[in-house]
């Protein structure tokens, strides 16, 4: 599992200020962890490209008052017209201890049920939500399907990672290999065209 560094510089807290910060292209945000006062900074707003906008899930190491705080991405505030980042919300993590989080599913190898069958392939889950220690989790599940033939299907209770707890429903369907939809008879069509 990978971990992005963001360098960030303490802030005041008020609206103008962080209307000051946005100008200079700085975001605000707040870091929460359990039994510790929150700590409000501001970081480089292309700095969270990677933090933001990505299909993994991801430890962050916050680097503000010469400290290193492993933490998560909790909650990001966009703005509503221009969709620009305006605030976010770090939670401290530490190891040992499990959070709840989405981790993202990839669909992994081609389905035998497409490739010799001629089925459909339906990635119905894309997220799975789990209970996992943050500093071994996985950026991502992979789901091999190559084995799938068609009217199968891969559902949550198929799934076992060491160290992932999945706390959604077991029967909560991932993937699955259908019939393809049968394309209506020509003579159907040539009538359904002279009316």
Not at 23 to 38: E, K, L, S
Request: net charge negative; charged share 25%; aromatic share 4%.
């Amino acid at each position: 599992m990978s971990q992005i560094v963001l360098q960030a510089e303490p802030r005041t807290t008020g609206q103008n200020a962080a209307k000051e910060l946005r100008r200079n292209d700085r975001i605000p945000g707040v870091y929460y962890a359990n039994n510790q006062d929150p700590i409000h900074f501001s970081v480089q707003k292309l700095a969270l490209r990677p933090v933001v906008y990505t299909a993994e899930a991801k430890t962050v190491r916050l680097e503000v008052n010469g400290k290193g705080l492993v933490c998560i991405l909790k909650d990001v505030t966009f703005d509503p017209v221009t969709d620009k980042i305006l605030h976010i919300d770090l939670l401290g993590v530490a190891a040992g201890e499990t959070i709840a989080i989405e981790i993202p599913i990839h669909v992994i190898g081609l389905a035998i049920g497409v490739t010799r069958d001629g089925g459909v392939l339906e990635h119905v889950m894309h997220k799975a939500h789990v209970r996992v220690d943050p500093t071994t989790m996985p950026e991502h599940i992979d789901v091999d399907v190559s084995k799938l033939g068609k009217g199968e299907a891969i559902h949550i209770s198929d799934l076992n990672i060491p160290g992932v707890e999945f706390t959604g429903r077991p029967d909560a369907l991932i993937v699955a290999c259908h019939a393809p939809k049968a394309a209506p008879a020509a003579d159907d069509a040539a009538a359904t065209a002279k009316k």
